[in-house]
Each structure stands twice: as structure tokens, then as C-alpha cells.
């Protein structure tokens, strides 16, 4: 057998060309390889897949050059047609609240592999993590003692899951923590919470200390991102599992807030005296608008940067 050339090898098989190339090779240089025909058809597919692509890009740019009111205004424009548009397609409303646990559950299956294949927690938040511990636990003891459902079960998958990820990133990866960047002061969010809980909470027939927990679990989850965001804005790279899962709770956050809102029409406002009397209707209410428009901005850059096609995700500074 004659000496391999270096760079290419050439075997023909029947009609079929096979080509392995070893070193660099110039894609436009094999062009010549194949027949004008299936080169042009080529150049066509690849130019049509890219088109939604260069269209989603435009508008993305387009609403970046907005000044932040008219950004607001199309915020609330595209959450009302999101709202309006799963009122239509999705006749049992609580499936929209089993579908945010359902994103949630994936977020924590994207950290759960992140920790065990990649063995690096760089980029998670423990104060993050503490406080959905917090809340979550804080809610499965309300649950218990006022209203055991399908929910509670939920909440305890969930807090086992997230008190596992605080353990590999306390004792098992402590070496890949990025502890000077976790920097956010939680008893900023913890203290308000409870002192907001203190003086709105419901005003059922329970015990007034569950009402009172009840409550701070509920002012908790809202905030409970923040410190992760304030992460994330301090690297400012966000590497894909961490970009996945931030993005999940967003999504998570988000049909969560549209089930309350639909629920709320559904019943002409009737939900809302069910859950009391005074101030807490409503603060059950803006508590899952904050928490949906906290991770709403993180959520624009994260899906334009899939539209680009760029795997880690860079955020401009002021996002978070």
C-alpha cells in the first residue's frame, strides 16, 4: 500500500466517498468533493436553519436598544399574551402548578449532574441553596399540620434533593466554591421575611405561629434566588448546567405565578377571600409576580444566548 499522504485519506467504497481527515482541513476546500447539485443543497440547508436564528437575533438586539421603560412595557405585553395564551390551552389550571414542580425537579436533576459528573460546584450558590432549604422546610412542617396533600410529598423530594446539593458543596466539592463570590448578606431577605410575616399573614382558624410560618415561607421563596443571581453578576459567565438550572427556576417560577393569576380569574377573585381577609391576598399574589420578574431578566439573556448558539452564557453588567 502506497505511503498516506499526511493531512487526508482517500477510500472508496461502491459509489460512496469517505473522507478522513487528520489535521485541519479548510471546509470549503471539499467542495470539489462533491456534486454541484448536493453542494448547493448543502449551502441551502445551512443557510435556511440559520435564518429563525439571525430573525431571533435581530429581535433580540432590538429590545436591547430599548431604554428600560419600554423594556418594562414589554415585559408585561409578553406575560399578559403568555398568561392568555396558557388560559386557552390548558383547561385544569393545577396542572400548571404540578408543571412548575416539574420544572423545578429538573433544575435539580441538571445540579444533581453537574456535582456527580462534572465534580465541581463552581458557579452555584450555597446561600441559595440554605434558603430553599429554608423555605422548603418551613413549608413541609405548615403542610403537615394544615394541609397534608399531593404537595407535601413534592416539597419532600425537594428538600431531600437540595439538602444533598448543600452537603456536596459543604464537604464533597468545598475545594470548587467560589465563597468570595457568594458574598450576598442572606439576613438582608431572612430578616424582612420574618418581619413581614409577622405582620401579614393569613387569617384562617390556625394556630397563629403556623399562620405566621406559613407566611415567611411564602415571602422567603421569592427572595430565595438572589443571592445565586448575585453570583452569577459578580463571574459574570455562567457556565451551561448553572445557566440550565437557574433557567428551569425561572420557568418554574413563572407557571407557578400564571396558576395563581389564572385561578384568581377563574374564580372572579373568589380564591382571594378564601385565603383571607386584609392585606395577605395580595401579597400571596405580588409575591409571585417578584419572584417570576426577579429571574426574568437572567431568563431573556439565557434564550438569546441559545438563539446565538453560544454554550456559556455572558452577562452584561446591571442584569442581576
Known sequence: MPPQRRGQILI??????????????PKKALNFLLPPQRSRGISKMRGASSAPKRKMNAVFGWVKRQPP??????????????????????HDHDNLFVAAEI????????LIY???????????SLKSQD???????????????????????????????????????????KSSYMEDKDNFAIYYVVVPCALLAFLVHPSTSHNILNRIFW????????????PQLRLMQNTKIVEPFTAHYVFALGVARFLSCAHWVLQVLDT??????????????????????????????????YVKSVFGGQLVLRLPSGVV
Open 215 to 226: 407566611a415567611f415561607c411564602v415571602y422567603l421563596e421569592a427572595v430565595s434566588v438572589l
Open 131 to 173: 434558603l430553599t432549604a429554608l423555605f422548603l422546610a418551613v413549608r413541609l412542617y405548615c403542610s403537615f399540620v394544615m394541609e397534608y396533600d399531593i404537595h407535601t410529598l413534592l416539597d419532600s423530594a425537594t428538600l431531600a434533593s437540595t439538602l444533598w446539593v448543600i452537603y456536596m458543596i459543604r464537604f464533597k466539592l
Open 114 to 124: 453537574k456535582l456527580t459528573k462534572e465534580k465541581t460546584c463552581a458557579g452555584l
Open 268 to 301: 372572579r377573585g373568589r380564591l382571594l377571600t378564601a385565603l383571607g381577609y386584609g392585606l395577605w391576598p395580595s401579597m400571596v399574589l405580588l409575591s409571585e409576580v417578584v419572584q417570576t420578574f426577579i429571574l426574568a431578566d437572567f431568563c431573556y439573556y
Open 12 to 25: 472508496f467504497h461502491h459509489l460512496d466517498l469517505r473522507i478522513s481527515i487528520s489535521t485541519k482541513f
Open 103 to 110: 420544572c423545578h425537579a429538573l433544575g435539580i436533576a441538571v
Open 69 to 90: 421603560k419600554v423594556k418594562a412595557f414589554i415585559s408585561v405585553v409578553a406575560g399578559m399574551a403568555a398568561l392568555v395564551f396558557l388560559r386557552f390551552i390548558v
